[in-house]
């Protein structure tokens, strides 16, 4: 069974970073692509961002790209997003996805984790 | 960025016909691929993958789900509606970077 289980999230002062992490299992990690997506509350969803199977290949939202890093360690089948810099615009629930391929959907997603960001 | 459109809500009665559309703001369609995927999200719930490239659906998605279109227009259909399938539904391309999602058509009773 494929399972993604976010985690990391929590209460986060403006200004502050944050590292999520998301543990995969169920399947070959290192055979996908994986994203980060998230969704502000009661708004839809936003893509963050992708990364290859050997992270020769990330690709971020413009708008993040300078505030946001996708790493993955493969030995230990984990996805993460460290964001720095956070703002209130940050709050939401951040979700890890499996992706088949680079031009391709999710086809798996985490029950997702909650960020705030408040003083 | 490719915008995609989507009407806020559709309400529609149990075992009638719904039809969610999803507008591009550029093709996302290739030679050989229609790269426009379709997400059901329930409220307090991750999205669930439904159709994807287009008109391909997922593994354990019951088949009243459907999906058709091509370029730029792109319609999800459920037929017969049934109380489980009141959710919002996404579209999402990945024909370009960044990936780009509609803004959701929350699907009601009427």
Known sequence: EVKLVESGGGL?????SLKLSCAASGFSFNDYWMGWVRQAPGKGLEWIGEINQDSSTINYTPSLKDKFTISRDNAQNTLYLQMSKLGSED?????????PSVTTHFDYWGQGVMVTVSS | ??????????????????????????????????????YQQKPGEQPKLLIYDASNLASGIPVRFSGSGSGT??????????????????????????????????????
């Open chain 1, 12 to 16: 986060v002062q403006p200004g502050r």
């Open chain 2, 1 to 38: 960025d490719i915008v995609l459109t989507q009407s806020p809500a559709l309400a529609v009665s149990l075992g009638q016909r719904a039809t969610i559309s999803c507008r591009a703001s550029q093709s996302v369609s290739t030679s050989s691929y229609n790269l426009m995927h379709w």
């Open chain 2, 73 to 110: 227009d792109f319609t999800l259909t459920i037929n017969p509606v049934q109380a489980d399938d009141i959710a919002t539904y996404y579209c999402q391309q990945s024909r370009e970077l960044p990936r780009t999602f509609g803004g959701g058509t929350k699907l009601e009773l009427k």
């Open chain 1, 91 to 99: 709050t939401a629930i951040y979700y890890c996805a499996r992706a």
